[in-house]
């Protein structure tokens, strides 16, 4: 069961998400042309482009965020209040 000694930074990791998807979409933004168009040439149908844009555009905002860690570390916990 879960309770509020367990669960208070559910909706801190979920704005961390959001935040994250949002700022990797910004990055790709200006390239979601060239994106689309190397996806669609080596993928086999529709489905597998969806697939392997997920999966290419979470790895990279991954590696590339993954860098800047400390950095969102310190500005997330400047605006969490814990308990």
Same mark, same amino acid.
């Given at each position: 069961m879960?309770?509020?000694?367990t669960? +208070?930074h559910?909706?801190?990791?979920a704005?961390?998400v ?6 990797g979409?910004? !990055?790709y933004?200006p390239? !979601?042309g060239?994106y ?13 482009a969806?697939? +392997?844009?997920?999966?290419? &555009?979470?790895?990279? !905002?991954? !590696?590339?965020f993954v860098a800047?860690?400390p +950095? &969102?570390?310190r500005? &997330?916990?400047r605006s969490?209040?814990?308990?």
């Amino acid at each position: 069961m879960l309770n509020r000694r367990t669960t +208070w930074h559910m909706p801190y990791c979920a704005t961390s998400v959001c935040s994250l998807n949002a700022g990797g979409v910004l !990055i790709y933004l200006p390239f !979601i042309g060239l994106y689309a168009t190397l996806i669609v040439s080596f993928a086999a149908s529709p489905a597998m482009a969806v697939a +392997w844009a997920t999966t290419l &555009f979470n790895l990279s !905002i991954g !590696i590339v965020f993954v860098a800047f860690l400390p +950095w &969102f570390e310190r500005q &997330f916990l400047r605006s969490v209040d814990r308990p």
